[in-house]
Structures are given as structure tokens and as C-alpha cells.
């Protein structure tokens, strides 16, 4: 079982139609945040498809600032 947990409004594939699409994640453990470009190494976005990695970005910063909000925070020496 992972411990991301995919952001699923993102819909972002490459505007040359050869299938290469984003990710972006979430680790509910840690909050970290992982974008993945699936299938290669580069992907060539729309307009419309560079808004919505960014919101989706965003999406995922709030996440992981309520993730690490809830953690216990080590105690000064």
C-alpha cells in the first residue's frame, strides 16, 4: 500500500499526444509532495494543462501543511 495519495482532478497530458500525462502526490505519512512526469523524461503542457499542474500543486501544498501542522513538534533544549 503507498503512502501517496494521488491528486485526482489533475488530468495533464502532453500536447504532442503521445500519452506522456503528470502526477502529483501527496505522502499522507509526511506531507511530502511528489510530481511525476509519467512515461519520459519531459512533457509538453497546454496552457490549460500548465493551470491545472499548478492548482493541482497548490492542492497539495494546503495538504501537507495540515499533515505537518498535526505533527508533534520537538520540544526546545
Known amino acids: 500500500m503507498s503512502a501517496f495519495s494521488s491528486d485526482p482532478a489533475l488530468n495533464a497530458q502532453d ?3 503521445n500519452g506522456t500525462e503528470v502526477d502529483i502526490a501527496t505522502n499522507l505519512l509526511n506531507g511530502n509532495i511528489r510530481l ?4 519520459t523524461q ?3 503542457l497546454s496552457p ?3 493551470d491545472q499542474v499548478a ?3 497548490q492542492r497539495a501544498a494546503a495538504q501537507s501543511r495540515k499533515i505537518t501542522a498535526n505533527e508533534p513538534q520537538p520540544k526546545p533544549e
Not at 511525476?36 to 512515461?39: A, E, Q
Open 48 to 50: 490549460d494543462s500548465a
Open 36 to 39: 511525476s512526469i509519467l512515461w
Open 55 to 57: 492548482q493541482a500543486l
Open 15 to 17: 500536447v504532442t499526444g
Open 42 to 44: 519531459e512533457i509538453l
